[in-house]
């Protein structure tokens, strides 16, 4: 089975942007997670998707929302670029067996983007 | 609220070393808890997990047994290489939310 993976793997972008991120999760995986991590914050939660519905939110301004399609493919974008979003963008996904507190999630490779 | 304390890193270790990463977490009712580890350039990779006290996770070497009444899963691995290099996150998952709750990361350098 192919893995989690993550479109564009680096990007660079300018202050005021917007930019978009494109996960793919392992096949028959429903719940889509994303990730920032920064070396000054560490792993922070973005949002988790299931069955093309915002599940659970984390902290984060309006200018970060995402999506997922009925294939489970899900997109995050980021309006109005600051510097403070350099950072690898983590997409993870996880089977959604019923026991959702012991499910394990799969990661991509991350998206490395720049803000210049 | 749910959280996972780490220790600080970054751990220097010389090979075939004994290895310790502390974690300790504070969740309401009975989560389920995980270390992943994270190499150079790469995405989170499970690398073990309990969920239920007493459990006892184990894979490539590592073991961490889920401690209900000290809140621990202390990660170890009686000798380490130097491919062990990498970054660890405990996290865990509380039964009745769909968040994973990561900690802060703990860097591990195994020199030879």
């Known amino acids: 089975k192919a893995g989690v993976t993550q479109t564009p793997r680096y990007l660079i972008k300018t202050r005021g942007q917007q930019v978009t991120l494109s996960c793919s999760p392992i096949?028959?995986?429903?719940?889509v997670s994303w990730y920032q991590q920064t070396p000054g914050q560490g792993l922070q939660f973005l949002f988790e998707?299931?069955?093309?519905?915002?599940?659970n939110k984390g902290n984060f301004p309006g200018r970060f929302s995402g999506r997922q399609f009925s294939n489970s493919r899900s997109e995050m974008n980021v309006s109005t670029l600051e510097l403070g979003d350099s950072a690898l963008y983590l997409c993870?996904?996880?089977?959604?067996?019923?026991?959702?507190?012991?499910?394990?999630?799969?990661f991509g490779p991350g998206t490395r983007l720049l803000v210049l | 609220g749910n959280s996972v304390t780490q220790m600080e890193g970054p751990v220097t270790l010389s090979e075939e070393a004994f290895l310790t990463i502390n974690c300790t977490y504070t969740?309401?009712?009975?989560?389920?808890l995980f270390w992943y580890v994270q190499y150079p350039g790469e995405g989170l990779q499970l690398l073990l997990k309990?969920?239920?006290?007493?459990d006892k996770g184990s894979n490539k070497g590592f073991e961490a047994t889920y401690r209900k009444e000290t809140t621990s899963f202390h990660l170890e691995k009686g000798s380490v290489q130097v491919s062990d290099s990498a970054v660890y996150f405990c996290?865990?998952?509380?039964?009745?939310?769909?968040?994973?709750?990561f900690g802060t990361g703990t860097r591990l350098k195994v020199l030879a």
């Open positions: 969740a309401t009712g009975y989560p389920s």
């Open positions: 096949s028959g995986h429903r719940s």
């Open positions: 996290a865990l998952t509380a039964s009745g939310t769909y968040k994973y709750i």
């Open positions: 998707y299931f069955s093309e519905t915002q599940r």
């Open positions: 309990a969920t239920k006290a007493d």
């Open positions: 993870a996904s996880s089977l959604e067996s019923g026991q959702r507190y012991q499910e394990t999630q799969y």
